[in-house]
Nanobody, 125 residues
Framework: VQLQASGGGLVQAGGSLRLSCAAS????????MAWFRQAPGKERAFVAA????????YYKDSVKGRFTISRDNAKNTVYLEMKGLKPEDSAVYYC???????????????????WGQGTQVTVSS
């Protein structure tokens, strides 16, 4: 299984980025997917999740209204559209694939069995 995250970069506050995570080696449509992020000196934290067919989405409170998670099961890819970026959004962003079908696990790092390598997002003030 491989999850390949891309799309990170350096952006000014208020700007936008779109992250992508391309999956291979798994039946993508049977996995809930999520984005987590890890800032320097902090633990990896939940950002957004999407159910297997995209019917349900979940967000960290601080990104609601600014970030949108989506998926294209035909392309085995999950996206994170980020708008109105703030310096506190700076982190390495990781995509994960969850082996659970219950949303109880979607916001928990322990609920994910596969992880991508991460992509750096830096927001300057």
């Amino acid at each position: 299984v491989q999850l390949q995250a891309s799309g990170g970069g350096l952006v000014q506050a208020g700007g936008s980025l779109r992250l992508s995570c391309a999956a291979s080696g798994l039946t993508f449509s049977t996995y809930a997917m999520a984005w987590f992020r890890q800032a320097p000196g902090k633990e990896r934290a939940f950002v957004a999740a999407i159910s297997e067919i995209g019917s349900n989405t979940y967000y960290k409170d601080s990104v609601k209204g600014r970030f949108t998670i989506s998926r294209d099961n035909a392309k085995n890819t999950v996206y994170l559209e980020m708008k109105g970026l703030k310096p506190e959004d700076s982190a390495v962003y990781y995509c994960g694939a969850s082996g659970w079908s219950s949303s109880y696990y979607y916001t928990r790092e322990s609920g994910y069995v596969y992880w991508g390598q991460g992509t750096q997002v830096t927001v300057s003030s």
